[in-house]
């Protein structure tokens, strides 16, 4: 069925000027499928623990696992060096740039729900704003402040 959608798009896409580059689709699989297609056989294949798709793991296991890895390790090292640039700048950076746009791309796309790595990334990020601020905060204080900037928080 899938090589037959594939050949509706060359096809399709042949009539429009336009054509697949096979170098660059992948088929997500599993192992032990066996493809006939020789169009399917030319797709780089990726099996399904490691799928992901625009930056975004598919499925849980190791792929979100070191996605989120990634992002902590990246939260941890900006957290570090925001200690260096003045304290209004360095929220700004921290509620706009370093962790939302990817973390929120992450959620809506991965099944991350009850993933360990979220706990961590969440008290980086408190420990990071601690840094900024200069203060410890309380778990009331960091409930108000992860608010959104309309509701009286930090937008963190």
């Not at 037959?4 to 599993?30: C, P, Q, Y």
């Not at 006939?36 to 056989?41: E, I, K, P």
């Not at 746009?101 to 790595?117: A, E, F, N, Q």
């Amino acid at each position: 069925m899938v090589a037959a959608d594939v050949a509706e798009i060359v096809r399709v896409g042949g009539s429009m000027g336009l054509e697949l580059n096979t170098s660059k689709s992948e088929l997500i699989a599993h192992q032990e499928l066996l493809m006939n297609d020789s169009t399917l056989q030319s797709f780089m294949r990726v099996n399904v623990s490691g799928a992901s798709l625009f930056g975004a793991p598919i499925f849980p296991g190791p792929v979100l696992d070191n996605t989120w890895s990634d992002l902590c390790e990246a939260l941890d090292r900006a957290g570090n060096r925001l200690c260096r640039v003045s304290s209004q700048d360095a929220l700004i950076l921290l509620r706009s740039c370093l962790s939302a746009p990817k973390v929120l791309h992450i959620l809506r796309c991965s099944p991350s729900v009850s993933h360990p790595s979220l706990q961590l990334f969440d008290s980086l990020r408190r420990s990071a704003l601690q840094r900024i601020c200069n203060s410890d905060f309380s778990d009331s204080q960091w409930l108000q402040a992860s608010l959104p900037v309309r509701d009286g928080g930090l937008g963190v």
